[in-house]
């Protein structure tokens, strides 16, 4: 289960926003986040379709198939903001999700040119 607590979650949540500002949403996956062209409110209650959360670059399921801890899978690098309509989007499996937008260069999953990661 991601983010084992509230604490946990919400220093995860401010770290991400320090990191990557007022950045849009990472997953831009539903039409009416496209329709604001990502735009996140940072303000909104929780239950908001704009609000802001946390969503993992690998899942949290994956992660533990790939042999990863817990911590490792609630890594910044593993963390990028999204609102709330697209990371219920993707968790739901409903239909692919597009490719996460890159804020800034991850060194756990930039293999660079020719190599393969594995």
Not at 60 to 72: D, I, P, T
Request: with cysteine.
């Amino acid at each position: 289960m991601p983010f084992a607590s509230t604490t946990i979650r919400d220093r995860r949540r401010a770290e991400v926003r320090r990191r990557d500002g007022d950045a849009p949403c990472a997953l831009q996956i539903t039409a009416d986040c496209q329709a604001v062209n990502g735009q996140i409110d940072y303000d909104a209650p929780p239950l908001d379709p704009r609000s802001f959360q946390v969503d993992h670059v690998v899942s949290s399921v994956e992660a533990e198939r790939m042999g990863w801890s817990a911590v490792e899978a609630d890594a910044l690098d593993n963390c990028v903001g999204a609102c709330r309509q697209c990371n219920r989007e993707k968790s739901a499996g409903g239909r692919p999700s597009a490719p996460v937008r890159q804020t800034y260069v991850n060194p756990r999953f930039d293999w660079g040119p020719g190599s393969y990661g594995g």
